[in-house]
């Protein structure tokens, strides 16, 4: 609906995992509004390029792996975006000022695992997109940055990297490191 973003204006907020509130300003608004334009757009051009098949797109998506992996493993995507031709989209908003890398970043990963699990068996995907907004960051890239890569690839991370730093840390013998 037209206004409600302006609704939040001036309020202090307080979301799960945050230890400060926030004061909602002209800024935080104008870069939501640049999150919610791509997604908007993405989503449109998805919609065009699935030539009259289903696009279905979840906002605040859980994705819980635990099950998969025997670990506590998951989290929440803030966009996913299926097109039924093939393509799983994962679109994830970072406020912050220090840049995030989207080239084989493990959150948007772990986040397109977990759709990838959820729903592989209805939609056949060929293809990962994950995709980082983040309007703080003055990146060179600009504020908007994907990777695509196959599902094949996808896989291939995960038993190379995902499942072997799950093991060690189950198993407590690997170091964690913030």
């Known amino acids: 609906k037209k206004g409600t973003l302006k609704s939040f204006l001036g309020n202090m907020i307080l979301e799960e995992g945050m230890k400060d509130e926030v004061l909602i300003t002209k800024h935080e608004l104008a870069c939501a509004r640049i999150c919610i334009k791509y997604v908007k757009e993405e989503y449109k051009r998805t919609k065009k390029a699935a030539n009259g098949k289903k696009v279905k797109m979840f906002p605040e998506r859980k994705y819980d792996l635990t099950k998969v992996y025997n670990a506590p493993m998951g989290g929440t995507a803030d966009i996913t975006i299926i097109e039924f031709g093939g393509v799983l989209h994962i679109i994830d908003y970072k406020n912050g000022r220090m840049s995030v890398d989207v080239n084989d970043n493990s959150q948007l990963r772990i ?32 504020a908007i940055r994907s990777q695509t890569v196959s599902v094949k690839e996808l896989l291939k991370w995960e038993q190379k990297v995902l499942v072997p730093a799950l093991k060690k840390v189950v198993s407590k013998k690997g170091k964690l490191v913030p």
């Open 111 to 142: 986040y397109a695992l977990g759709a990838f699990y959820r729903f592989h068996k209805k939609y056949k995907f060929k293809k990962i997109k994950v995709t980082v907004v983040q309007p703080n960051d003055n990146h060179v890239d600009g």
